[in-house]
């Protein structure tokens, strides 16, 4: 079992950024696929960003914005969120597995306001 923890999350204003960071338990090397998730009140859970044997893939409400990256040796997954807007207020997720979709993190959230 694989506990995945996220953190970066908070307040910043329209325009600004922030990087979030995915510490897993344990090893990610086998994750095949490695994900951000996010969820904003009263909306479905939407994939944001993805990284399947190293192939991205973004939403198109972000591509250009955000970027997915990691570092197996510190069994961590990033985003790297760019120009910010309001609505990408939400609370981010990660996820990731050996062969798709598998272990959920808590949480973090962000909020893009002035």
């Known amino acids: ?3 995945l923890v ?3 999350g908070g307040l910043v204003q329209p325009g600004g950024s922030l990087r979030l960071s995915c510490a897993a338990s344990g ?3 086998n994750f095949n696929y490695v994900a951000w ?3 904003a009140p009263g909306k479905q859970r939407e994939l944001v960003a993805s990284d399947r044997g190293g192939n991205t893939n973004y939403a198109g409400s972000v591509r250009g914005r955000f970027t997915i990256s990691r570092d197996n040796a510190k069994n961590t997954v990033y985003l790297q969120m760019n120009s910010l807007k309001p609505e ?3 609370v981010y997720y990660c996820n990731g ?3 798709g979709p598998g272990y959920w993190g808590q949480g973090t959230q962000v909020t ?3």
Do not use: F, H, K, L
């Open 6 to 8: 996220e953190s970066g």
């Open 97 to 99: 597995g050996p062969w």
């Open 27 to 29: 090893t990610i090397i």
């Open 112 to 114: 893009v306001s002035s």
């Open 37 to 39: 998730y996010r969820q």
């Open 88 to 90: 990408d207020t939400a």
């Open 1 to 3: 079992q694989v506990q």
